[in-house]
């Protein structure tokens, strides 16, 4: 993934002033920079349990949001996008330049960090559904944070959630409906032996469950019964 700015450039032109000044706000890609390399987040992973830690990799030395606004900054080791100075860099232990990083929007408790930040690798069709050991069903609460609906642990309920995913519909064009309110959120979190497990979004309207595995697609209307509170 290479890195992606988004500038938003305001003119200021003053009258009987030949000067014009220009504010630039950079919509920063999440990640994190050390050895020499930049890192980055991806939204489809979660650490699999903290014992996946390993020794502390980095420190945090600056942050990048809110504190730089020229497009010409190099980014330097101890760099990190949106991380408060100070803040912790764990290796994941079995893993090779992939690291952790605590954060309070992730479901496990830390952002999972790749070199290339190439999310291929955790898309839906290509995770081992013959390896998932156990999936966890959570609804994002309207205040913040997840609450944890159901957990299947059992072969036979996990093989009959995913062929609900897998039997999904794809619908590029599809809208729902957000009239009066947005629309409920669902995570899910599938893990195997590894040290980072999967995540997935799904989202209901108040008629259509849907996601977005790569393209926007339907679900059956039974997958709402595993996500019942």
Known sequence: MKRRLLMLCIPFVFAGC??????TII???????LNDSSYYGIYETELASPDFLGEVASVVKFKLDENVTTTSYKSKNGDAAFHEKGTKIYAVKGLEDVY??????????????????????????TMSQ????????????EQGGYKLLSML???????????VLNASEEKSNFKPKMIDKDPTYFEM?????????????LQYDGETYYWHPWETAILDEKIGEYFKE
């Open 189 to 201: 979190v599938f893990y195997s032996n590894a040290p980072i497990a999967h995540r997935y979004g």
């Open 100 to 125: 952790a990083v605590q954060s309070n929007y992730k479901i496990n408790g830390y952002q999972i960090y790749f070199e290339d930040g190439n999310m291929s690798n955790y898309r839906f069709d």
């Open 18 to 23: 030949a000067i014009t000044n220009t504010q």
């Open 130 to 141: 013959d390896e998932i050991k156990k999936v966890e069903l959570y609804k994002l609460n």
């Open 27 to 33: 919509d920063w890609v999440d990640f994190v920079k």
């Open 153 to 163: 642990n059992e072969q036979t309920e996990i093989q009959s959630f995913l062929a």
